[in-house]
């Protein structure tokens, strides 16, 4: 009798857990009603392979929007991370306006690596290599003489330099984003302030205002759900805008990530920086900007050959990376016409001029046009839940216990990113570019957007195919996350990991 109560006890909890996590499955792949009214519509194969055939005849250039940049100022530019994705439009779109190429300095930890800017003027543009962690390396490039030609010039600072780690939220590993994202921006404050700038317009993300998703919700309240037939996970469904920043600074668990952390505390030092003498102010691209085949979200899926996902249902707020850069430009001519625009010392958020799309509308578009082999493996969010903590937990024993990295195999690949941070990163949301469009009488930065989603992912993919035609498998592109995990081996290679986790 006894072992009969048992078992049947045993059976009633296996199918308790198996319910409940079912339904915690349910809820992480569903669609809010609220979410799918924002965004009704995917995209077809007829309107990726319209829109494919007109791109591949008449691609999108910088002198196609040249008209669209705002027009060229008589000044001295200094963009750090000016090889990177956002930094490197800013270049191509300088210099399209007419900027003449010794009155733009390049100040950047790697070497230029972007095709676009291996030839022609960008290619002439000076670059100084730089670490912005360290404040001597970065006077130094900040310090270097201008031409004769232009030394007279005000000077513009665009700081887009970043080191990108989306699923770090512990802080024993925070040292990393804090010494470039942090005491770099510091760093780029300081030098760009005895260098003489007047303006200076940094990235900062829409990272910055996501919160933590709820991971693990109640029985109570998952039968409440199931009930009323809506998810009630937390931050499920989440809209990227500015308000927090105009509140008290979050704790650091409050935060999705290490990154959205160091980048909040960059912002607020910008931002709090603003005065007559140096006007300053951020832009917060939305999440996931593309644009390069280096880019995270569609360069990364399409490298990836078979691409696993949990999250192909998602919806989110793209962002072009010529959207970001020409954003940019237009916060700076806000605030060098201007010594007390009341739009300085803020953030913006920026996004494409189009409702969001679903992740699983960037993977049909690969599907349907991309030359290299491309299969989408679908895996249920629950197991990937799991997997997560089973990760992060492995990844933070040998920095706890550092005698354990003799022992335990270092995770490698898209494996070690695999961590709670990226279900908060990964979850339904909007964004908007009201503030940023509205005129620069009415506060805004007179923004619009270039490129729609559909356009510049379809251009993006018309891109890869030429890169890739006749090759068999895709060419691997280093993104901002490897490099990243390339700076870490570094740093832990030269003992300086233990240090910066301080």
């Known amino acids: 009798m006894a072992a009969l109560v048992v078992g049947l006890g045993a059976a009633l909890l296996f199918f308790l857990t198996y319910t409940y996590l ?28 319209h829109t494919y055939q007109r791109l591949e005849k008449n691609p999108i250039t910088l002198e196609g929007y040249a008209d669209r940049i705002p027009p060229k100022l008589d000044r ?55 670490d912005i962690s360290s404040a001597e390396s970065t006077n130094k490039a900040f310090e270097k003489p201008w031409p004769s030609a232009v030394k007279h010039l005000p000077l513009t600072v665009c700081h887009t330099a970043a080191i990108i780690v989306p699923s770090d ?8 984003c804090e010494s470039v994202n942090v005491r770099g921006t510091q760093n780029v404050l300081n030098a760009a302030r005895k260098a003489g700038a007047d303006v200076l317009v940094s990235t900062s993300s829409g990272g910055v205002s996501i919160r933590p ?24 469904l989440q809209v990227m805008d500015e308000k927090d920043f105009f509140e008290p600074p979050r704790k650091h668990e409050e935060y999705f990530a290490n990154y959205a952390v160091s980048k909040a505390r960059a912002e607020r030092i910008v931002c709090g920086a603003n005065s007559p003498e140096l006007r300053t102010g951020s832009i917060r691209p939305a999440n996931g900007i593309y644009g390069q085949p280096g880019d995270n979200t569609l360069g990364g899926a399409l490298a990836m ?24 430009l237009h916060y700076e001519a806000v605030l060098a016409a201007n010594p007390k625009a009341p739009q300085a010392g803020r953030p913006f958020i920026i996004t494409d001029p189009n409702p969001p799309i679903s992740y699983l509308d960037m993977y049909q578009a690969i599907e349907a046009l ?30 706890k216990y550092p005698f354990l990295r003799r022992i335990l195999p270092e995770l490698k690949g898209d494996l070690k990113h695999m961590k709670p941070g990226l279900f908060s990163v990964t979850t339904h949301m909007v964004a908007t570019n009201e503030n940023a469009s509205r005129s620069v009488d ?16 379809v251009q993006e993919i018309v891109d890869w195919n030429i890169e890739h035609k006749g090759e068999k498998q895709a060419k691997k592109f280093q993104t901002s996350i490897s490099y990243a995990d390339e700076i870490a081996k570094a740093a832990e290679a030269a003992g300086v990991m233990e240090k910066l986790g301080k």
């Open 169 to 176: 939220r512990s802080k024993l590993v925070y040292g990393l």
């Open 22 to 49: 079912a339904r915690l499955n349910s809820i992480l792949e569903s669609m809010p009603e609220s979410i799918r009214s924002v965004s009704p519509k995917r995209w077809t194969k007829e309107e990726l392979r």
């Open 370 to 399: 991309s030359a290299t082999p491309f299969r989408l493996i679908r895996l249920p969010p629950i197991l990937m839940w799991f997997l997560s903590y089973i990760v992060e937990w492995y990844s933070l024993l040998p920095v």
């Open 305 to 328: 050959g078979d691409c696993p996902t949990w999250c192909a249902h998602i919806i989110q707020p793209f962002v072009h990376g010529i959207n970001v850069a020409i954003a940019h």
């Open 442 to 457: 009415e506060g805004g930065l007179g923004y619009t957007g270039i490129l729609t989603t559909l356009e510049g992912m």
């Open 213 to 236: 998703i709820e991971l693990w919700i109640s029985p109570l309240r998952l039968l409440r759900s199931a009930k009323e037939n809506i998810p009630k996970m937390k931050n499920y």
């Open 76 to 130: 001295r530019y200094i963009i750090t991370g000016g090889s990177g994705l956002v930094g490197g439009y800013i270049v191509l779109q300088l210099l399209e306006r007419g900027q003449p190429p010794e009155s733009i300095r390049i100040v950047e930890f790697r070497p230029l690596n972007r095709a676009d800017m291996l030839n022609g003027p960008a290619s002439t543009v000076d670059f100084v290599k730089a």
